[in-house]
């Protein structure tokens, strides 16, 4: 097998060669198909989060084929298209699992980061932890669904079904696909970008919008909610300061720079600040059904393994609009 591996953070990844790897009880070998490049490999690569595993393999938008099993396996079969998302392994006991709350589990581990991912010809997973994939979607439009769908689904629901007038504070791989969504529902939507970026903005109109502006603009609607996909911490406050009484700011990204500090007005009258936090096997099937039924336009940039790195680079960048997905 062929692998782009990260050494230490803050260094490019490696292509390295690899022994094909055995899938252990319980546990599938896959030929990755296509895995979309998320905002949270970049944090793992820069750095940003508490130090995984080391060597690692990133990636965790993984569409893959199953090409071997280990033993146990009796859900999943030989030459099935499966998906792999961010979370890899729950511990089963603790009481969020027991509470249902799989994605705050004390013992979790993650793809393409406590465990090896998909920027790879081959990947090994839990056989619980695969999605089954239905539909005739090809594997690079289905990949961004793992994750950049998968967490925009888990915000808006935490945003709530009231709310009409919606804000997504970061248009990319998420919120491109989220509109859709929204859209879908009946709602609302204004995209908030960085300032000056027109051709995002234009692009959030395309597929919806109705308005798009940057994220120092005030929307011409108060927001029912607001959801935040950037990274940015300095936009909490610009966000709680666009939303109703008793409207919410859902914090998406599994990383943010600082929040400044901000008057608790902008708080009070029962307006609230939440976040979300990885994902369930729950959330996956239910948007994947959902996803199935719409013709989602999924924007996307193609990359050959090999140039892994250079995809980190623009979306580091911000040159990409949609998701970058690298195909072995």
């Known amino acids: 097998m062929r692998a782009m591996v990260l050494h230490q953070p803050g260094q490019p990844l490696r292509l390295e060669e690899r022994p094909d790897p055995v899938p252990g009880p319980g546990e599938v070998r896959l030929r990755v198909l296509a895995c979309a490049v998320c905002r949270t490999d970049l944090h793992v690569v820069d750095g940003e989060l508490p130090q995984g595993l080391l060597p690692v393999v990133p990636g965790h938008e993984i569409v893959g084929l199953v090409e071997a099993l280990g033993d146990g396996v009796t859900t999943l079969h030989i030459g099935q298209r499966v998906g792999v998302p961010w979370l890899a392994h729950t511990c089963g006991h603790c009481r969020h699992c027991g509470d249902g709350h799989e994605n705050l589990c004390d013992a979790p581990l993650f793809t393409g980061y406590t465990r090896d991912g998909g920027f790879a010809s081959h990947v090994v997973a839990e056989a619980a932890f695969c999605l089954p994939l239905a539909?005739?979607?090809d594997a690079v439009h289905?990949?961004?669904l793992l994750c950049a769908g998968l967490i925009g689904w888990r915000a808006l629901r935490t945003a709530g079904e009231d709310a009409e007038h919606l804000g997504l504070y970061g248009f990319g791989a998420a919120?491109?696909?989220l509109i859709q969504v929204a859209r879908h529902q009946g709602r609302t939507v204004y995209a908030f970008t960085k300032p000056g970026d027109e051709q995002a903005q234009?692009?959030?109109?395309s597929l919806g919008a109705a308005w798009a502006g940057g994220s120092d603009d005030n929307p011409p609607h108060e927001l029912d909610a607001a959801i935040l996909f950037a990274p940015d911490g300095s936009l909490v406050p610009r966000a709680l300061a666009a939303v109703r009484k008793g409207g919410r700011v859902v914090c998406a990204g599994i990383h943010m720079s600082d929040i400044p500090s901000f008057p608790y007005q902008l708080l009070w009258e029962?307006?609230?600040l939440v976040s979300v936090a990885?994902?369930?096997r729950r959330d996956g099937a239910d948007f994947l059904m959902l996803a199935t039924g719409m013709r989602l336009q999924v924007e996307t940039r193609t990359y050959p393994l090999e140039q892994a790195n250079?995809?980190?680079d623009d979306l580091r960048s911000g040159h990409l609009q949609g998701a970058?997905?690298?195909q072995p």
């Open 175 to 177: 919120a491109h696909l």
């Open 278 to 280: 990885n994902l369930t």
């Open 142 to 144: 289905t990949a961004p």
């Open 270 to 272: 029962e307006r609230q």
């Open 135 to 137: 539909g005739s979607h």
């Open 202 to 205: 234009a692009f959030a109109r």
């Open 324 to 326: 970058a997905v690298l």
């Open 310 to 312: 250079q995809a980190l």
